[in-house]
């Protein structure tokens, strides 16, 4: 659990700095080649995905086999089925209010994350670009947005936890978030949205989700499991979906972003205050296994 601290930060990496690569050669590819290419250059990269995903669960086994593996997680009965209800996720979430908790977390973070992707939207179409430009933008502000999550998985997310704590990390992001909006509200430039987007999935990234995905090393295996697949599936699409009509309430009556603003701030504090709950449950579980 204490390990979870140091090293989901780092494994989120290395998906970082494909998303950074994958910016750049879209950004490139879209204004030299046009679109097309991209569909090519994406199954490429599923299919490699794939072989490499055969390669590590061969490695796994082998050296669970060999005896080499230590640690609760990596221990003989993890590689047995799990068994029970296909509904067991959704079970656990209304039974739990810790597991509960962490799917309200998620919801809001779907919320904000929904309403910044339909401005960026109606930001880039009020530039009047073509498709092919628009891809380019698009690239361009993805690029800007995975290098600063970059820099916040490889030198802060793992620092925050371990010094400050999970809850900290996790209300890094309801606070970040009430003040790109206020700032959105203020400039709704290109420029500005570039650069509080970036900043924004730096911190949902790189600080909030490494923080989240350490609040599931102290529940149960099913739960770990059954559970976590329940919230990044249903919970996470149903926030997605509950934010776009949201976003297209407010738009039928004129607010744009400024109604958007006036939205995020009494949520983040909510938001802020589960984050805080949470990370004190987590500390609290974790402590308690540690003494059993």
């Not at 919230?231 to 309430?249: I, K, P, Y």
Request: aromatic residues 10%; contains cysteine.
């Amino acid at each position: 659990m204490t390990e979870s601290k140091r090293l989901f930060p780092a494994i989120a990496v290395g998906g970082t700095l494909g998303a950074v690569a994958g910016s750049k050669i879209s950004e490139v590819v879209a204004r030299d080649l046009g679109i097309l290419p991209l569909f090519l250059i994406a199954v490429v990269c599923l299919e490699a995905a794939v072989w490499i995903s055969f390669a590590v669960a061969k490695t796994h086994a082998g050296k669970t086999r060999a005896g080499q593996d230590t640690g609760p997680d990596d221990d003989a009965r993890q590689s047995e089925p799990l068994g029970g209800s296909p509904l067991a996720g959704f079970v656990t979430l209304i039974k739990s209010p810790y597991i509960l908790g962490i799917g309200l977390f998620i919801v809001f973070t779907s919320l904000t994350s929904t309403f910044l992707y339909f401005t960026e939207l109606r930001i880039v179409d009020e530039l009047g670009k073509d498709g092919q430009q628009k891809t380019a933008l698009f690239a361009y502000i993805n690029l800007w947005t995975q290098l600063a999550t970059l820099v916040a998985q490889a030198f802060i997310a793992g620092r925050v936890m371990r010094y400050v704590g999970v809850g900290v990390a996790l209300a890094a992001l309801p606070l970040y978030a009430a003040g790109a909006f206020a700032v959105l509200a203020a400039v709704p430039t290109f420029a500005v949205y570039t650069i509080v987007n970036a900043l924004h999935k730096a911190v949902q990234r790189g600080i909030a989700r490494p923080a989240r995905e350490t609040l599931f090393t102290v529940v149960p295996r099913e739960d770990k499991y059954k559970a976590k697949s329940c919230l990044d599936t249903f919970v996470c699409r149903t926030g997605d979906a509950a934010s776009a009509q949201l976003e297209r309430w407010l738009a039928a009556f004129g607010l744009g972003v400024t109604g958007l603003a006036f939205a995020i701030l009494p949520m983040a504090v909510v938001w802020a205050l589960l984050a805080v709950v949470l990370g004190a449950a987590q500390s609290r579980m974790a402590a308690a296994q540690s003494k059993s």
